[in-house]
C-alpha cells in the first residue's frame, strides 16, 4: 500500500490527528525524568505506549534525540518501531534539505527499506530550491513512503522568505504550485505540505492542492482545531493537525494523555 492509503485508511479508522513526540528537557523535568537518554527514553517509549493506537500518526522531532548523540538516536528508532506495532503511521520530522548527493543520503537514511530510521513519512525543506529534493521525491514513490515539504511555516519568521516575492509571485506560492504539479504526475500523490495552523489567514493558496497538508502550531503556538475550516476551506478535507507540547504535558498519567487525545479528537 501507499504511503497515501495507508494514511487514509489508519485516519478513518481513528480520526485526523498527529501528536508530537517532542521530549523537550522541560518536559523530562515535569515528568520527574533526568535529562539523559534513559529519561527521553521513558518519556518518549511512554507517550507512545500510552496513546499509539488511539491516534492516527505520532510526530518524533529528530532534534530532541540527537540531543543525546547516539544513545538518542537508539532511542528514536525503538520509538519508530514502538509507533509500528502499534498500528500507527510516523512521519519523522527532521526538515532536511541538500545539495543533490547529500540529498541522497538522507532519503537512504530515512525513506529506504530496511533503514534503521526508516519513517513513513518525513519533512523536508524546500529552501535550497524544490529541485534539490528530488532524491527523497524519487525514494518516497519508490518505497511507498511520503514526504512534507515545508511551505509555510508556523513560526513568525518564516515570511521572511516564504513570502518573498519570486517570478512567478510569493515563494511560498511557488513551493506549493510545484508540489501540486508533481504530484499530479506521481499516480501515489506522495508529495505533502506543511502549513502551520497559527495564521490568521494563510497568505497562500492551497485550494489547488492534491497531497496531505501537515498542519502544526495547534495548542501552545496559538493555532485551534475550530479554525482550520475557515482557514484551509475546501483543502480542510487534507489537513492533518498536529500538536506535540499541547497533548505531551497532559502526562506522564498514560490515563490523562489519552484523555487528552480523545477530547482533540472529538473537536
Ligand atoms: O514540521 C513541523 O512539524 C513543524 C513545522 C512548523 O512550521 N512549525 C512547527 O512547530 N513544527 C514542529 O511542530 C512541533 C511544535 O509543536 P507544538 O509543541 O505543538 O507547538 C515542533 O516539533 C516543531 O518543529
Redesign the pocket.
Known sequence: MTYRQRLRAVVEARGAL?V?V?PHPGLLDAWGLPRTASGLERCARGLVEAIGDVVAVL?P?S??FETYGSAGIAVLERVLADIRSHGALS?L?V?RGDIGSTMDAYADAYLADGAPLAADAI?ISPYLGFGSLQPAFERAVANDRGV?V?A????PE?GQVQLALGEDGSVVQEIIDAAAELNRKLPTRAIGL???G?HANLGCDVSEFNGSI?V??????G?RLEDLPGLFGDAVRHVLP???????SAGPDPVALRRRVLDLLAT
Open positions: 498527529v508530537g517532542d510526530k522531532q532534534a530532541f512521519i520530522d526538515k519533512t512534507y515545508l509555510r511555516t508556523s513560526n518564516g506543511v502549513v502551520g497559527t501537515l502544526p502550531g495547534i495548542g501552545v503556538q493555532g498536529s500538536v506535540s507540547r499541547g497533548v505531551i
